[in-house]
């Protein structure tokens, strides 16, 4: 990663967790005593802010909140972490995103979602004047499918109005080569410089399946074929693999201890646009990311376990040539 500070754009959720933990969950109807409870900023938007700023970079979150606490704590929370909320929109008449979680004594979780002002972030918020100008001396975007598609939408063309670099990160139901057929993304999506795939209930790549990389292989080839000028795909402790024009090819992962999975997607997505941002090319920010990643899964929680740059580096440094 070149040493210089990147200027990046993350467009993404902003929401409160709160989990609260129990012996047993409650029945309808019933009440189960709490043995702790926590209520933390995150949202993948707030997480992969928070990873680009730990990695150096002149960061800003584009998002909506609710003119209510929580909104307050989610930007102080940013603040603290240097990233610049001048693009956080308060907003009347409803709530901030929240996840309610309920975990148990066994360490299963039950969680419910209310994504409050996240709903409403529009093509408005990416075309006001504070916005374009921000996006305009960009270095690059990091956009998170979780919001809506218009604004999505608004912020890629922007980013190409601007010549900025963009980075589209999206979630697919299944990692099978059926799912191409029933993409039906506008063109917008596949027109970004790096296209990173996520699929649900996919945390490494033990779990892709009967068709293994061959299937990521062909989604990721026939994504560039409809635009995407490289895909991206985290195969956590084992890599990644990158597709573009010369093809596909598997980056090597690095070995660390399994600790905590959570974030792990942030603290890769993070890391990528904060190395990107700087002008290096997506091998080298794939690389980069993979090793954030690696110290990630190798700690627990969430915004406290997340890398920072030199340590990032250093664990590239150690790797053989």
Not at 109 to 122: E, P, Q, T
Not at 123 to 136: C, H, L, V, W
Request: net charge negative.
């Amino acid at each position: 990663m070149a040493e210089r500070n990147p200027k990046v754009i993350v467009i993404g959720p902003a929401l409160i967790d709160m989990a609260v933990k129990c012996d047993e969950y409650p029945d309808p109807g019933q009440v189960s005593e709490g043995s702790e409870f926590t209520t933390v900023p995150a949202g993948r938007g707030v997480n992969q802010a928070i990873q680009v700023a730990l990695c150096g970079c002149d960061t800003y979150l584009l998002a909506r909140v609710g003119e209510d606490c929580f909104g307050d704590l989610i930007c102080q929370n940013l603040q603290r972490h240097t990233i610049k909320t001048d693009l956080i929109y308060p907003t009347q008449a409803m709530s901030t995103g929240i996840v309610v979680t309920v975990v148990n004594g066994q360490g299963e979780n039950r969680s419910c979602r209310s994504s409050g002002a996240n709903r409403v972030l529009s093509a408005d918020e990416i075309e006001y004047a504070a916005a374009e100008q921000q996006i305009s001396s960009a270095d690059v975007i990091l956009i998170d499918d979780a919001i809506p598609r218009e604004a999505s939408v608004a912020a890629i063309r922007s980013a190409q109005i601007h010549k900025t670099r963009t980075i589209f990160s999206a979630k697919l139901p299944q990692a099978s080569r059926k799912i191409i057929h029933s993409l039906d993304w506008p063109m917008e999506f596949y027109n970004t410089d790096i296209l990173v795939l996520r699929f649900k209930g996919m945390m490494c790549a033990s779990e892709l399946g009967a068709g293994g990389e061959g299937d990521l292989k062909f989604i990721g080839t026939e994504l560039v074929a409809r635009g995407a000028n490289c895909v991206v795909i985290s195969l956590g402790w084992r890599g990644a693999l990158v597709i573009d024009s010369k093809g596909p090819r598997h980056l090597e992962g690095i070995v660390s201890e399994v600790v905590d999975q959570t974030g792990c997607d942030s603290a890769f997505i993070g890391a990528l646009a904060a190395c990107f941002g700087t002008g290096d090319p997506p091998d080298r920010a794939v690389q980069f990311a993979i090793a954030a990643e690696s110290l990630m899964r190798s700690r627990f929680g969430l915004h406290e376990a997340l890398p920072r740059k030199q340590e990032i580096l250093t664990v590239l440094h150690s790797q053989p040539d």
